[in-house]
């Protein structure tokens, strides 16, 4: 009769044991490494994608690649670290385009004003976080417009992406309409959307990149993007500097231009998208009890809080829990020993990162669409059985990307949702924290009228 010998309970725990409690949730470390390895690859997309995105805001495109990789390294790390949650945190998508195509587009700020915004968000999401105030914040928006502000800016994710691609254009007479898709760009970007769709379908992990990268090589074989001639050019890239964008954030500039417009809305948008896949991720993990209770909650909103104040100190913007640590969690990723991975990888991407400059515009362009598809699945947690209730959503939904502003979509639904239960009869359904931010709106609206 043989008698297995027990390999765990003699040895003392180990390090990253101690550390990550991993005995305690019942994984290991190669389990955890592997988890954080398939995150970064499905994750890792954000450094073709946010750099482009800021780029337009006029943020220089190597300090944007060297922002986002820092600050995903250092928020990343914080979360794995302190709050101990197998979850990346990176600059958000929707956030990124509200800070480029909206605070420095539509409104024309520089985006050392913008980044002064970011900082002051992140500060603001500090206090309501350490003070409790988000628990009462969030119960006071209705789930129905939780849900339409996430389908609305999936639809401006996916607005941004077919115009950079050239899908659409825009039109005298019809406002938008399809563009020259024969061109080499648009093709190519349709391709791409289609590779990485059945990519995605196919549930290949790092879909995502393995499309930006597949539609960038057939740029260069269509001679649309510029080939690296040899070797010698490769080797000639230099690391890209943080420094044109380090600490360039103007404070005062974006407390001047007042904090209703754009450092409440990044606080907002910012609240909602963290708390909503932080929920997700950890009830995937198994991290939540019966009773909803998750360990460390409090450490990871924070860790999400202070790394918005050290995206806004590198240069780039709002960071956020990311759904895509799903896939590292479906690999059995428990522990911050994952979100360690992931930070280290990013932190070695850094080497690649002067390649990243090649991929084009076009390249990146299928990814923001069907990350706006993703986020169009919120609709079916979207109500439109009680008139009072569908409105609002509606008008959260569809004026983010026709008003090509997150903000404007956010003020339509509150202020239509106040109103359409007040005069209906049901005060009783509308607290007094959603009559202060559609008040809020209101002023908002005012001062840019005058």
Request: aromatic share 10%; hydrophobic share 55%; with cysteine.
């Given at each position: 009769?043989?008698?297995?010998?027990?390999?765990?309970?003699?040895?003392?725990?180990?390090?990253?044991?101690?550390?990550?409690?991993?005995?305690?949730?019942?994984?290991?470390?190669?389990?955890?490494?592997?988890?954080?390895?398939?995150?970064?690859?499905?994750?890792?997309?954000?450094?073709?994608?946010?750099?482009?995105?800021?780029?337009?805001?006029?943020?220089?495109?190597?300090?944007?690649?060297?922002?986002?990789?820092?600050?995903?390294?250092?928020?990343?790390?914080?979360?794995?670290?302190?709050?101990?949650?197998?979850?990346?945190?990176?600059?958000?998508?929707?956030?990124?385009?509200?800070?480029?195509?909206?605070?420095?587009?539509?409104?024309?700020?520089?985006?050392?004003?913008?980044?002064?915004?970011?900082?002051?968000?992140?500060?603001?999401?500090?206090?309501?976080?350490?003070?409790?105030?988000?628990?009462?914040?969030?119960?006071?928006?209705?789930?129905?417009?939780?849900?339409?502000?996430?389908?609305?800016?999936?639809?401006?994710?996916?607005?941004?992406?077919?115009?950079?691609?050239?899908?659409?254009?825009?039109?005298?007479?019809?406002?938008?309409?399809?563009?020259?898709?024969?061109?080499?760009?648009?093709?190519?970007?349709?391709?791409?959307?289609?590779?990485?769709?059945?990519?995605?379908?196919?549930?290949?992990?790092?879909?995502?990149?393995?499309?930006?990268?597949?539609?960038?090589?057939?740029?260069?074989?269509?001679?649309?993007?510029?080939?690296?001639?040899?070797?010698?050019?490769?080797?000639?890239?230099?690391?890209?500097?943080?420094?044109?964008?380090?600490?360039?954030?103007?404070?005062?500039?974006?407390?001047?231009?007042?904090?209703?417009?754009?450092?409440?809305?990044?606080?907002?948008?910012?609240?909602?998208?963290?708390?909503?896949?932080?929920?997700?991720?950890?009830?995937?993990?198994?991290?939540?009890?019966?009773?909803?209770?998750?360990?460390?909650?409090?450490?990871?909103?924070?860790?999400?809080?202070?790394?918005?104040?050290?995206?806004?100190?590198?240069?780039?913007?709002?960071?956020?829990?990311?759904?895509?640590?799903?896939?590292?969690?479906?690999?059995?990723?428990?522990?911050?020993?994952?979100?360690?991975?992931?930070?280290?990888?990013?932190?070695?991407?850094?080497?690649?990162?002067?390649?990243?400059?090649?991929?084009?515009?076009?390249?990146?362009?299928?990814?923001?669409?069907?990350?706006?598809?993703?986020?169009?699945?919120?609709?079916?947690?979207?109500?439109?059985?009680?008139?009072?209730?569908?409105?609002?959503?509606?008008?959260?939904?569809?004026?983010?990307?026709?008003?090509?502003?997150?903000?404007?979509?956010?003020a339509f639904g509150f202020i239509s949702y106040t109103f359409l239960?007040?005069l209906t009869g049901r005060f009783k359904e509308v607290s007094i924290?959603?009559?202060?931010?559609?008040?809020?709106?209101?002023?908002?609206?005012?001062?840019?009228?005058?």
């Amino acid at each position: 009769m043989s008698t297995k010998v027990s390999t765990s309970a003699p040895v003392e725990k180990g390090l990253m044991d101690k550390l990550f409690h991993l005995s305690a949730k019942g994984t290991d470390v190669k389990t955890e490494i592997l988890a954080g390895v398939t995150t970064f690859v499905a994750l890792a997309y954000i450094i073709f994608v946010n750099p482009n995105i800021l780029a337009d805001a006029g943020i220089p495109k190597e300090a944007a690649i060297a922002s986002t990789i820092y600050a995903t390294v250092v928020a990343t790390l914080l979360m794995g670290l302190w709050a101990n949650f197998p979850i990346a945190v990176a600059p958000g998508m929707g956030l990124n385009a509200f800070f480029a195509y909206y605070v420095c587009g539509v409104l024309g700020l520089p985006w050392q004003t913008a980044l002064g915004a970011v900082f002051f968000s992140g500060l603001l999401f500090l206090v309501l976080t350490l003070g409790g105030v988000r628990q009462a914040i969030i119960k006071a928006v209705p789930m129905n417009l939780k849900s339409a502000i996430g389908v609305g800016i999936g639809l401006f994710i996916a607005f941004i992406g077919l115009k950079n691609a050239g899908i659409i254009i825009a039109d005298k007479a019809t406002f938008v309409a399809v563009g020259h898709l024969t061109a080499p760009e648009p093709f190519l970007a349709c391709i791409g959307m289609i590779l990485t769709a059945v990519l995605i379908a196919r549930n290949v992990k790092g879909a995502m990149l393995i499309g930006i990268l597949g539609t960038t090589l057939l740029g260069m074989i269509a001679g649309v993007v510029t080939i690296p001639k040899g070797i010698a050019d490769i080797m000639s890239f230099t690391l890209p500097s943080v420094g044109p964008t380090l600490l360039q954030l103007n404070i005062a500039g974006a407390w001047q231009y007042g904090i209703f417009s754009i450092i409440f809305t990044f606080t907002i948008v910012e609240l909602f998208d963290n708390m909503g896949t932080l929920i997700g991720l950890t009830r995937k993990a198994n991290l939540m009890d019966d009773q909803g209770n998750i360990e460390n909650i409090d450490r990871a909103l924070t860790t999400d809080a202070v790394g918005t104040l050290f995206s806004a100190i590198f240069g780039t913007s709002t960071v956020t829990s990311y759904v895509e640590s799903a896939a590292g969690i479906a690999e059995g990723g428990k522990t911050g020993l994952t979100a360690l991975t992931v930070s280290a990888l990013f932190l070695i991407s850094l080497v690649f990162a002067p390649l990243i400059g090649i991929v084009p515009g076009f390249a990146t362009a299928p990814a923001l669409i069907l990350v706006g598809a993703m986020m169009l699945a919120e609709i079916k947690h979207v109500s439109f059985d009680d008139f009072t209730d569908g409105v609002p959503a509606f008008l959260t939904v569809i004026m983010m990307p026709l008003t090509f502003s997150i903000a404007n979509g956010f003020a339509f639904g509150f202020i239509s949702y106040t109103f359409l239960k007040s005069l209906t009869g049901r005060f009783k359904e509308v607290s007094i924290f959603m009559w202060l931010i559609s008040f809020a709106f209101l002023i908002n609206f005012y001062m840019r009228l005058h």
